[in-house]
DNA sequence: TCTGGGGTCCTAGGACCC
DNA sequence: TCTGGGGTCCTAGGACCC
């Protein structure tokens, strides 16, 4: 048997536990600082009791509510709250499992209680954050996950082979992870409404439907010793920035200065991670609703250096054969990583560029982020575009 | 003058090698 | 008158998740 953890409206919950001003308001946090200009990253069960929902536009929301309230994401807030929990869970000396940032799952399996262990569970999460989990238990992770979801927020739902069927007919087949999109309406066409349907459906027929993740899906669903193949705590296998413009921009300089400032912000977290990449990433993309261009090319050497990722990003928005007249949002993500190879013959202009970034990173540390920055950033800012 | 930002995984097709 | 079969690596693009 798996227990699923999953926090309710998770970022909201934090921000409302830590200022008592929004306790029992509809408040939503926003991915940027622009209440108008951005999306609804997490609302809280009050604001979603009038409708709005995570990926909602904010403006969209205000309409709702006027008297919303907003507060900007602040992931390090989220994260460390997150790695809180996780060493609050550990104490149960149970296999435990981060499944993402406001999701755990623990084996329980032979738990003499795993009732009381999820009322224990929820209570210290509660008394020690002043936020609430709801609790899922099944047979298997993704059972576990669905049933989390069923009794919200705060509650604990057991599925047992005596009441699987019956919720699994309650269940509309798109809340399963991995269908609410294209896949799911793919099913919907076939005639499947509930989660009983898929459930019953043999391997091949989800092989044919969706070839190797249809096969995954199967046995996920059927499994009954997953927890042995879940994935591992693993590193990174991307670190990417992107950022959506105001409005579209058509000036060469002011795309280049935010490529730039993209690519220094990529950098700086490769060396925080000390990593370095192969491979560069770049995506523009037109005015909302239009065509996007986008290019990946890899080098023979690895780079965490801000300046060389930015080259490289020219080099490929030079090869790209779509080139866009007008440019609303951008990208800039790098993978193929690996650790810096020190053993590596070092040129002495690259070791001086090395100590050059060590050294600017530091002073970034010390005094903030933008006290040390390349000029042609200054040119990103909107009072620059013309 | 409506729609963010961080990721992962999979597939198809081309280039190239033996 | 002719062109198989196996493999790797890379890129573009799609689907999905939180």
Request: with cysteine; hydrophobic share 40%.
């Amino acid at each position: 048997m798996i227990l699923h953890i999953d926090m309710d409206a998770f970022f909201a919950s934090i921000e409302q536990a830590i200022n008592p001003r929004l306790k029992n308001k509809p408040l939503i946090v926003g991915s940027r600082a622009n209440r108008l200009h951005t999306v609804v990253c997490a609302a809280s069960y009050e604001a979603k009791r009038l409708g709005i929902k995570s990926g909602m536009p904010t403006q969209e929301a205000f309409r709702i509510c006027p008297h919303l309230e907003f507060v900007p994401a602040e992931q390090g807030k989220y994260i460390w709250t997150s790695e809180q929990i996780l060493e609050l869970l550990k104490r149960w000396e149970l296999r435990l499992n981060y499944a993402s940032i406001d999701e755990f799952q623990m084996d329980i399996e032979n738990h003499p209680d795993p009732l009381k262990l999820a009322c224990d569970i929820q209570e210290r999460i509660k008394g020690t954050f002043a936020i609430t989990a709801s609790i899922g238990i099944a047979p298997n992770c993704i059972l576990a996950k669905l049933a989390s979801k069923i009794n919200k927020p705060c509650g604990i739902t057991v599925l047992t082979p005596d009441n699987l069927m019956s919720y699994l007919q309650k269940i509309p087949l798109n809340k399963l992870c991995g269908l609410n999109g294209i896949t799911g309406e793919l099913f919907v066409t076939k005639g499947m409404r509930s989660c009983l349907d898929l459930y019953q459906k043999p391997s091949y027929f989800l092989k044919n439907l969706m070839g190797k993740n249809g096969l995954t899906l199967y046995q996920a669903l059927h499994a009954t010793e997953s927890f042995a193949n879940l994935p591992k705590e693993s590193k990174p296998k991307s670190i990417g920035h992107s950022y959506t413009l105001p409005r579209a921009s058509k000036t060469p300089q002011f795309i280049m200065a935010w490529i730039r400032l993209l690519a220094e912000m990529v950098a700086r977290r490769l060396r925080e991670n000390n990593l370095e990449s192969k491979t560069t990433h770049l995506w523009l993309s037109g005015p909302l609703g239009s065509k996007n261009s986008q290019g990946q090319m890899t080098w023979q050497n690895a780079t965490n250096d801000g300046q060389e990722i930015y080259l490289r990003c020219l080099r490929i928005k030079l090869k790209s054969k779509n080139q866009l007249p007008m440019i609303r949002a951008l990208g800039v993500s790098c993978s193929n990583l690996n650790q810096p190879q020190y053993d590596s013959p070092l040129f002495l202009e690259a070791k001086r560029r090395e100590g050059l970034l060590e050294a600017i990173d530091k002073i970034n540390y010390k005094f903030g982020d933008d006290t040390i920055y390349p000029a042609i950033i200054t040119l990103a800012s909107h009072k620059h575009e013309p």
